[in-house]
């Protein structure tokens, strides 16, 4: 809750309304870094709590343009949540959401190593989140129209 009360819960300016501040921003990560921290202590890094942490986490280090931690971060979710088999209810949708816009936004910012391979990744996660909100009912949420709003982004910036 800290981080989303934070900096919200959209990890990439383009499609927000408004930026959240550095200090905002910095102080997430902080929290984020502490959670995790704690996560470890308890022993509950195999969590569905921990991975909504890491998937929480990994939305403030795209913010922050941290792309290697939020990869590592968003792995790590993804695993944990296939080993509970959890990737398909919404909060995985939401994880598969923040995959699909930190690709986009590496894209976007022309910060990609793989242009190709980014918009391929971005459009992938975002196409399967949008299938499991649309499933689970939350088809009229922020983030399905938002996801839907990204997608037409990425059809209109294919790379060559």
Known sequence: GMLRSLVGDEPDEAFRDSAPTEDDVQR???????????MRQISE?????AARCLSNYSM???LSGDFEEASVALHKAREIREDNGTLENPSGGKLLYNFGSMH???LRTGMSPDPAGDWESAWEHLTKALRIFHRNAV???RTTSVSEAKREWLGAHRPQ
């Open 104 to 106: 986009l936004k590496r």
């Open 60 to 62: 403030v280090c795209i």
């Open 28 to 38: 997430a990560l902080h929290h984020g870094k502490e959670a995790l921290a704690v």
């Open 45 to 49: 890094s195999g969590s569905e709590t």
């Open 139 to 141: 088809d009229r949420s």
